[in-house]
């Protein structure tokens, strides 16, 4: 069934409510509420009867989706235990005597956004809570943190063949091969495509940019002035958090090490694990990176509890206890991805994304519009489902024919959709990397998108501009042109921005 404009209203509502009421879930559930609606003719029970059997269950249920929440549970402990042994106040104390500035604090989040490529999901919620007593100490905003974070999560994993989002994708693009009858390889294009891939790689370097010249745009300026107008201190930090007692426990007894040796056991356990099958130099399988991330972050935590132990800072009972509470934590996480997935699933049976190609399919393009189209429109049904990957699985198979039509290179049609699906995924109020990048940083989720809306805005001119440009020449050169702009972009603001001392 053709349900015409009525398919585009559930992402309008989701996304402008998420925007007016300030609550994700309330959103991502009313949105749905309205799909499922449309599907049930307009009767209120059917229609949740219909969200809760068809959308709810069924996502719970769906492999990839499950491997996720139980990662996300066992992270959220892993991180929870971080935050409240002290061993991140620790670290941040240690390295104060080096990263003393606010340019240094910030490079080295970036850098540990970078190291951390495994894991979309775990860069927010591992880097965020490290980070964020050294922002603070330092007077840097957590819209700034969350800025980072973002930029650093999902613009790292899109550009690494061999973790989940590369697999993923070269399935999508190997699906389309093999529906065509090309012989081209998946890998082969995946790798081609990435000098294409120009907003995860924007995105990417514009944090650098941004931390030498001290220039911040619109409301990320608001966010630092209001951030540096504020007061912080460890000690104090420690202090309100200290439980000291008869027996010597104590939070003041934490070392750095409590943060650097889970962190290192994480990193061991997942190449242990999957050495055997080749990694970091072969693609591993979804499930089995998902799995053996999952037991990093789980020795991780045993480790930081013995740690918690041998250095006297809680009890065994307090120490579990924060676990446990920790991998509760996530409960708010896991509701708002099971309800975005829903409202993703919806929308495809609504064919939301059909009913727009159609109307497109009706003007008439020239071929070398092709990429910049495909990038603009992946950007649209990113932001309004805030699914990257849902973006991707419904983008590729569009793009790939049409770039086979139009005789445009593969890796660039596959590099416009996976910049486009990123664009609008860091656009989107809905986006599960938004939601997690906000809460690393605990930063409310509305601020974190207003703040880093206008950086992405930026990063997604200059790629759509040098997309035109890659109709014309098909060179993967064009990359250079785009931080050259975007350099340009930077220097034009310093210069017309005033100093302040």
Excluded at 399 to 427: E, K, Q, R, T, W
Aim: net charge neutral.
């Amino acid at each position: 069934m053709n349900y015409g404009l009525l398919s585009l209203l559930p992402p309008i509502v989701a996304v402008f409510l998420a925007i007016w009421s300030k609550n994700v879930i309330l959103s991502l559930f009313c949105g749905g509420f309205v799909g499922a609606l449309i599907f049930c003719g307009g009767n209120p029970f059917a229609a949740v009867h219909s969200m809760i059997g068809d959308y709810f269950f069924v996502q719970l249920t769906d492999s990839y989706n499950a491997g996720v929440l139980v990662l996300i549970v066992f992270i959220g402990g892993f991180i929870k235990l971080v935050e409240r042994s002290g061993g991140a106040q620790a670290f941040s104390k240690s390295v104060y005597r080096i990263v003393n500035t606010k340019l240094k604090a910030q490079l080295c989040a970036w850098l540990g956004g970078i190291l951390i490529f495994f894991s979309d999901l775990g860069t927010p919620l591992l880097v965020g809570p490290v980070f964020r007593p050294l922002f603070d100490k330092l007077k840097i905003s957590r819209q700034k943190l969350a800025w980072i974070l973002d930029s650093t999560s999902s613009p790292v994993a899109i550009l690494i063949p061999f973790i989940g989002w590369g697999v993923y994708i070269m399935g999508l693009i190997q699906a389309e091969f093999d529906n065509l009858g090309v012989a081209d390889s998946d890998y082969t294009t995946f790798v081609q495509a990435i000098p294409f891939q120009l907003y995860a790689i924007l995105a990417i370097l514009m944090i650098p940019l941004v931390a030498f010249t001290k220039k911040d745009f619109s409301l990320m300026k608001q966010a630092e002035e209001q951030a540096a107008a504020q007061s912080y201190s460890f000690e104090d930090a420690v202090a309100s958090a200290d439980e000291s007692s008869a027996s010597g426990y104590s939070l003041k007894n934490a070392k750095p090490l409590m943060v650097i040796l889970p962190i290192v056991v994480v990193f061991a356990t997942l190449f242990i694990t999957l050495a055997p099958q080749g990694f970091p130099f072969q693609k591993v399988g979804g499930n089995d990176f998902r799995i053996a991330l999952t037991m990093g972050y789980l020795f991780g935590a045993l480790v930081l509890m013995a740690l918690i132990r041998v250095f006297k800072v809680m009890n065994f009972k307090d120490t579990f206890k924060i676990y446990v509470d920790g991998m509760k934590s996530m409960t708010d996480v896991a509701v708002t991805l099971v309800l975005a997935w829903s409202l993703g699933s919806m929308i495809s049976g609504l064919g939301t994304a059909s009913f727009i190609v159609e109307v497109l399919q009706s003007l008439n393009f020239s071929p070398v519009l092709v990429p910049a189209f495909i990038f603009l429109f992946g950007a649209f049904v990113s932001f309004a489902t805030g699914s990257s990957w849902g973006t991707f699985a419904i983008m590729m198979p569009l793009a790939i024919p049409m770039a086979h039509a139009f005789s445009i290179p593969y890796a660039i049609a596959a590099g416009a959709v996976l910049s486009g699906g990123l664009f609008g995924d860091h656009c989107s109020p809905i986006s599960d990397t938004t939601v997690l990048s906000s809460a690393g940083a605990e930063c409310d989720l509305v601020e974190h998108v207003k703040t880093q809306l206008s950086y992405a805005l930026v990063n997604g001119c200059i790629a759509f501009l040098c997309y035109i440009l890659v109709g014309f020449t098909h060179s993967p050169l064009v990359v250079l042109l785009a931080v050259a702009i975007q350099l340009a972009v930077i220097f034009i603001w310093n210069r017309l921005t005033p100093h302040k001392a």
